[in-house]
């Protein structure tokens, strides 16, 4: 069992950034798929999620407008387009899968995490 997380990288402020999620060695169509991040010196946060095969999205306000999440159920890989980037949003970049255990904004709730991938926003 495996998540995949790519796309990370620098960009200007005011950029954009594609990040990719990609499972494998099992079916995640039940679960809860989520991105977080985790800045230098800072707990791990909540940037987006939702149902790995659709339903609703929620976004954590700091992301709400800029940050867009999509998926492509045929290639089990879900999408995080990044816009309008700000230097704040610098951190590594953690997609996670599990089932719904009432909150998806704690990290407790998912069982399973992609490597983590970098983006840095320079000002």
């Known amino acids: 069992v495996q998540l995949q997380a790519s796309g990370g990288g620098l960009v200007q402020a005011g950029g954009s950034l594609r990040l990719s999620c990609a499972a494998s060695g099992r079916t995640f169509n039940s679960y809860r798929v989520g991105w977080f991040r985790q800045a230098p010196g800072k707990e791990r946060e909540f940037v987006v999620a939702t149902g790995w095969s659709g339903g609703a999205i929620s976004y954590a306000d700091s992301v709400k407008g800029r940050f867009t999440l999509s998926r492509d159920n045929a290639k089990s890989t879900v999408y995080l387009q990044m816009n309008s980037l700000k230097p704040e949003d610098t951190a590594v970049y953690y997609c996670?899968?599990?089932?719904?255990?009432?909150?998806?904004?704690?990290?407790?709730?998912?069982?399973?995490w992609g490597q983590g991938t970098q983006v840095t926003v320079s000002s």
């Open positions: 996670a899968a599990g089932p719904y255990r009432g909150s998806d904004s704690y990290t407790g709730s998912y069982d399973y």
